[in-house]
Structure formats: C-alpha cells, structure tokens
C-alpha cells in the first residue's frame, strides 16, 4: 500500500514545495519588487545584495517551478535548501526558531526541498519520464 502510495505523495509535496517558492519568489519581483527586494537584503546585511535579491527571485520562482515539473530535482532541491539556509543565516537565525520571525518555516522549506530533490520527485516528474525513455532508447539500441 504505501508503495502505490509513494509516487502520489510525492507528487503532492514537490506541487506544494514548489508552489510556495514559486509565489515567494513571484513576490520579490512583483510585491517588493527587485529594487525592494535588495534594500531588505542590505538591511539584512547580505552580502552583494544587488546581485543576490534578483538571483534569489530568480532561482525561488525557476526553483519552484522545476519542483512542479519534477525536473533537475537533485540541482534544484539542493540550492533552494542553500537559499533557505542562508536565510536562516541571515535573516531568521537571531529569532530562535519557533516565534515571530523564527526559522522552523524557512527549516522545514529547506528540509522538504532536499527530500524532495532527492527521491526521484514520484508521480509524472519529468526526470522519471526522461530517464524511462533513456533506458528504453538503450534497452532497444
């Protein structure tokens, strides 16, 4: 049961992991904007924050639509871990970690995006779809 199971499950938490980075990153284009975005990053102390605040966005809103599509997950699920590590770093470290401001959020967004990269993404996960046709284009060579 929790074979078949298996595949679904992890559909569900790649499409619910990459919702949420997708709409924060949309957020720090669209809502803060990028020019926003970096003078948060600087009163954050992050380093190079004119270049971090767009990469960060970028690599939240790519990052979160890769989890979606299941594709690139080990690359993908590892810098969103990195992202939200230096967030904990950061930004929510000197809150502790449950409270206003507290990093078990930010924890378990980087504890989820590593779990996910590294499962194999379950259900309709397009690295799956791209390694099946591989070994049937070599099975069949």
């Known amino acids: 049961m929790a074979d078949q199971a298996r595949p679904v499950v992890l ?4 499409i619910a992991v990459g919702v949420i980075f997708l709409v ?3 957020q720090k284009f669209a809502t803060m ?6 003078k948060f990053f600087e009163s954050a102390g992050i380093p190079l924050a004119g270049v971090a605040a ?19 997950l080990p690359v993908v699920g ?17 809150s502790g970690l449950t409270g206003e401001g507290g990093y078990e959020f930010v924890l378990a967004l980087a504890a989820a995006s590593l779990a ?5 993404g379950g259900a309709l996960a397009l690295d ?4 099946r046709r591989r070994s049937t284009a070599t099975a069949t060579a």
């Open 33 to 38: 904007g990028i020019a926003g975005t970096t």
């Open 116 to 120: 996910v990269g590294f499962t194999g």
């Open 11 to 14: 559909l569900l938490a790649r």
């Open 128 to 131: 799956g779809v791209v390694a």
């Open 54 to 72: 767009p990469a960060v966005a970028a690599l939240e809103v790519v990052g979160g639509l890769a989890l979606i599509l299941g594709a690139a």
């Open 78 to 94: 590892t810098l969103l871990a990195l992202n939200m590590i230096g967030a904990i770093v950061f930004v929510h470290g000197p």
């Open 24 to 26: 924060h990153g949309y």
